[in-house]
């Protein structure tokens, strides 16, 4: 560390404001934010008056020493994994030149949260069972050094990423913000974002993203991130055209550095824009198809194939439904995009008048999403059995379908 960061992390390790650093020490408050902020090398005195202060030595002020030489190896990787580098960290490089205990840790929080950015979930939780849980049973988390308790909240937030912790995670990165170095806050600040808008609050989720300076994010994949949940922000808010503007930006990005999965998301938005809020589904349908020919991951291509067999069904395209349905089949899917498609399989055999075919997906899929709680794919269910029993004449039924409907609202309400 710097010496200016040497006495950043000492006041705060002291929990001790620069106003209060300054009366303890007789310095005014903008001569010790100077001093945290400058390059210039401070004079001896002044080093000698704050490691007296601190109780630590002058040459732990002045000099890099071994563990601080790892400490900064430790902080890089930390800083790849901020700005979405992963694959430009060496795991191996976690555990060479472990110092202490603390440092071992350390690695192993990083290496936690490199498994669970990386999506190697398994491995994540296998670190933290046989490792940090262990260590933080004997050990409190307040005799923790202030960069270590840094790097055990950004693996707690990813954490809750992996387990659907919103407001837990919303909480953490509060803290987080108030001792994270500056150069790191916009990553945090973003994954606040993320974590209001999965909370559902789109209003304190587009408060915090107009925080953000996207001017300073320092490379393709922060930048495409900011835009990524602005666009979703503005579509949430009914700002479509802005919507629209935002998702082109992020198309440049993503053409620009050959962010997949970004493009994907350019695509897939864009088909939700024209086909859920403007009901021009042949738009819609163009970039669903775009968004398929993006992407090689099958759970990644199956939701496409959901989204456009969804289109093809209220466009009354059965036959290229089927088609469809054939090329879904051909690829492995995970469990909830199947039974998406299963849910449309069963729409598409009520429309083409099979009525045994669809009794049965039908039955396979309400089983499934009530038993998933998934209160959006309930409501589609029941909205589509109404529409259908209407135009077939069969109100009874259809207000059968209208009031389960309506019962479900009240139920997750």
Known sequence: MLVREKIKFLRLRANLTQEELGKEMLYSRSYIAKVESTEETLSETAQAAFANYFKVSSDYIKNELPCERREKELISIWKKLLIHQEKEVKTSALTESIKNSEQELQANLLLATYHFKTAHYEEALKVKASYIDNYLSIVQKSYLSLYTQQLLLYFEINFCKFEDKYEEGINLCKQLLTVILIEFRLTIELLLVFFYLKNENTEKAFQQISEVNSARLENDELL??????????????????????????????????????????????????????????????????????????????????????TVLIKLERYAEAKTIIEASETIKINKETEMGILLLKGELALYCGDIEKHRYYHQLTLNYFLSQKDSDTLSYIFNYLADYYQKNNKFKKALEFHKRKEELKLAYN
């Open 224 to 309: 495409a991130e900011y835009y990524n949940y602005l666009a979703v922000i503005y579509r949430r808010l009914g700002f479509f055209e802005k919507a629209f503007e935002t998702l082109d930006k992020l198309e440049e990005v993503a053409l620009r550095s050959n962010l997949t999965e970004r493009l994907a998301f350019v695509y897939h938005n864009k088909g939700v824009i024209y086909g859920k809020d403007k009901q021009d589904y042949e738009n819609a349908l163009n970039y669903y198809y775009k968004g398929l020919n993006v992407f090689e991951s099958p759970n990644h291509q199956g939701n496409f194939y959901r989204c456009i067999l």
